[in-house]
């Protein structure tokens, strides 16, 4: 495994450790799976929650309208790898 490979794990594992903290009744797959906009519960203050935990971890500046247009896990994780890496 290659240096960037185990820095992609890093990252994801810190991201799917967010989306946990504000929704703990999701499993790692359907976090990995999420769409932002259909998660239940996700209102403006969950989302505010999220994007705080998450520029907190990854020391970004994201805010809710940022995390809305990212719009899923995957793109969001695209967008942070990119800004990391």
Partial sequence: MSARERDFMVIDDRLVRCFSSV??????????????????????????????????????????????????FEAIQRYIRAERL
Wanted: glycine share 8%.
């Fill in 23 to 72: 929704f703990p009744q999701l499993t790692e797959d359907q976090i990995i799976g999420a769409d932002v906009g259909l998660l239940n519960n996700m209102d403006s203050l969950t989302g505010v929650n999220l994007v705080s935990l998450i520029d907190e971890e990854f020391c970004l500046d994201l805010d809710f309208e940022d995390l809305l247009r990212l719009g899923t």
